[in-house]
């Protein structure tokens, strides 16, 4: 049996939807569609219902994803094995493939996977940018094998998160906005902010779904007294630091990713209650074996991150 088609079958099972599938496994929905029928058809069984709103396992079906899954988990395995026997002198080789959100992509991982480069040259790293749920997604599917979440709680029953770091946040604005005013000294409203005050400032911040963003849009538009704060969300934190720079609002976002701009003096820090710091988690599933090439990315990831 083609294990493409359990791969399908599986990711278009957690997701519940041909064309989230689809977009995952970088396949046309007709491609998705074909490959669940043809396995449907090998084993005799209708894995699916097909409903308005996408697609719902049958009791078949989740009997056959169980096995599916243990039978990509030995694919895994297999290949890896095939790959660190094919290595001279016990060298650690293999494909690790990595998700994060588009924070720790840009300020951290290039890092990471430079370094790895340097001490394991054959391992090849995929990184995708996602966040938490489509990155547990596909953790259970067996798409990812390790995930970083900026997630402070994170219980999943099959996804297995070990608090990696603590990533600083910082309320920024550009140094003409008179929210910088603050922290001049000479200034005569030099006193911090307090979150009534700052609930009526403009905001712009990454999109719906980044968990730092989200819990400050809750605490300002609790702060709020009178008319809510006009907030921008961005799928792009380069959106998000371009307006800002621009003097058009205040922005949170984690330090690293705006080092380079309060350096230059393009961005400055405003003064105001502090905003706790987001946890940095490690996820991979309970029962997937961790490959060599997933390990050597685990160890180095610490190092690149503040303790």
Same mark, same amino acid.
């Given at each position: 049996?083609?294990?493409?088609?359990?791969?399908? +079958?599986?990711?278009?099972?957690?997701?519940?939807?041909?064309?989230?599938?689809?977009?995952?496994?970088?396949?046309?929905? !007709?491609?998705?569609?074909?490959?669940?029928?043809?396995?449907?058809?090998?084993?005799?069984?209708?894995?699916?219902?097909?409903?308005?709103?996408?697609?719902?396992?049958?009791?078949?079906?989740?009997?056959?994803?169980?096995?599916?899954?243990?039978?990509?988990?030995?694919?895994?395995?297999?290949?890896?094995?095939?790959?660190?026997?094919?290595?001279?002198?016990?060298?650690?080789?293999?494909?690790?493939?990595? !998700?994060?959100?588009?924070?720790?992509?840009?300020?951290?991982? #290039?890092?990471?996977?430079?370094?790895?480069?340097?001490?394991? #040259?054959?391992?090849?790293?995929?990184?995708?940018?996602?966040?938490?749920?489509?990155?547990?997604?596909?953790?259970?599917?067996?798409?990812?094998?390790?995930?970083?979440?900026?997630?402070?709680?994170?219980?999943?029953?099959?996804?297995?998160?070990?608090?990696?770091? $603590?990533?600083?946040?910082?309320?920024?604005?550009?140094?003409?906005?008179?929210?910088? %005013?603050? !922290?001049?000294?000479?200034?005569?409203?030099?006193?911090?902010?307090?979150?009534?005050?700052?609930?009526?400032?403009?905001?712009?911040?990454?999109?719906?779904?980044?968990?730092?963003?989200?819990?400050?849009?809750?605490?300002?538009?609790?702060?709020?007294?009178?008319?809510?704060?006009?907030?921008?969300?961005?799928?792009?934190?380069?959106?998000?630091?371009?307006?800002?720079?621009?003097?058009?609002?205040?922005?949170?976002?984690?330090?690293?990713?705006?080092?380079?701009?309060? %350096?230059?003096?393009?961005?400055?820090?405003?003064?105001?209650?502090?905003?706790?710091?987001?946890?940095?988690?490690?996820?991979?599933?309970?029962?997937?074996?961790?490959?060599?090439?997933?390990?050597?990315?685990?160890?180095?990831?610490? $190092?690149? +991150? #503040?303790?």
């Amino acid at each position: 049996m083609d294990t493409r088609l359990l791969r399908t +079958f599986a990711t278009v099972a957690r997701t519940e939807s041909v064309t989230a599938a689809a977009e995952r496994l970088h396949l046309v929905q !007709s491609t998705v569609t074909a490959q669940v029928q043809t396995l449907e058809k090998e084993l005799g069984l209708r894995l699916f219902d097909r409903m308005p709103r996408g697609v719902v396992l049958t009791g078949a079906g989740r009997e056959v994803l169980a096995q599916a899954e243990a039978v990509l988990e030995a694919e895994s395995r297999l290949r890896a094995v095939a790959a660190s026997a094919g290595g001279a002198g016990g060298r650690v080789t293999g494909r690790v493939t990595l !998700s994060a959100g588009e924070t720790l992509v840009s300020a951290r991982l #290039p890092g990471v996977i430079a370094a790895l480069r340097r001490s394991h #040259p054959e391992v090849e790293v995929d990184l995708r940018t996602m966040g938490t749920a489509a990155a547990v997604a596909a953790l259970r599917t067996g798409e990812l094998d390790v995930a970083l979440l900026l997630e402070d709680e994170a219980a999943f029953r099959d996804i297995e998160c070990t608090p990696l770091a $603590r990533e600083p946040l910082v309320l920024v604005c550009a140094p003409e906005h008179p929210a910088a %005013a603050r !922290s001049a000294t000479d200034s005569p409203t030099d006193s911090p902010a307090d979150w009534a005050e700052l609930a009526r400032e403009d905001y712009f911040l990454h999109e719906q779904g980044c968990s730092y963003s989200d819990r400050f849009v809750e605490r300002l538009l609790t702060a709020a007294k009178g008319a809510p704060p006009r907030i921008t969300r961005f799928g792009s934190l380069e959106a998000a630091r371009s307006c800002v720079a621009a003097g058009l609002g205040l922005s949170l976002l984690a330090r690293a990713n705006v080092a380079d701009a309060l %350096a230059a003096g393009r961005l400055t820090e405003v003064p105001g209650p502090r905003f706790p710091d987001v946890t940095v988690q490690l996820a991979r599933h309970r029962r997937r074996w961790l490959s060599p090439a997933a390990a050597a990315l685990t160890t180095e990831l610490p $190092r690149h +991150f #503040p303790h």
